[in-house]
């Protein structure tokens, strides 16, 4: 089990996510489920929701796919006002947002010392028995980096 320092901590999973939506299931189970897509059947673009048409081309059929889960940090954020008592628990704490490399962006979790521009790779981790969707940087190689803890 891996921790975002003195945050969150890996990993439970269960059936794929809708994009953007906290995992759910066992606790035992340590790998990420898929992050799901909708991939636009005519052309093959990727969103993160359920459109009712694609905004490339038009189309209205798409495809459930598995996102890879990697992807690139485009903003972060240091939250220090959280919207609740939940939250406000476990200030400050780190959200970026992250374009996949299938096109959409998704907000996440992540350790204090990443920055914009890092390549990263989803997880899932449990902050207080909340599971959230969160990002690590990885190497090149696409290998995920170990948390520091
Ligand atoms: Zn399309």
């Known amino acids: ?15 794929p ?3 953007g939506e ?3 299931g066992p606790a035992a189970q340590a790998a990420l489920p898929p992050i799901m897509l909708s991939r636009c059947s005519a052309c093959g673009h990727h969103a993160s929701l359920s459109p009712a048409a694609c905004v490339r081309c038009g189309g209205q059929m798409f495809d459930a ?3 890879r889960g990697h992807g690139t940090v485009r903003a972060r954020s240091e939250v ?9 628990a476990h200030v400050p704490y780190t959200l ?9 962006v998704l907000m996440g979790h992540a350790s204090g010392d990443i920055a914009i521009g890092d ?4 997880s899932v981790a449990t902050l207080a028995g909340r599971q959230v969707l969160a990002f690590r940087r990885h190497p090149p190689d696409g290998s995920p980096t170990p948390a520091a803890d």
């Open 1 to 15: 089990m891996t921790t975002i320092p003195g945050k969150l901590s890996d990993p439970p999973a269960g059936r």
């Open 96 to 104: 970026v947002l992250v374009r996949l490399d299938e096109g959409p």
């Open 80 to 88: 220090w006002r959280a919207p609740d008592a939940f939250w406000r």
């Open 22 to 24: 906290p995992a759910r």
């Open 119 to 122: 390549p990263v790779s989803a």
């Open 65 to 67: 796919v598995a996102a």
């Open 17 to 19: 996510l809708t994009a």
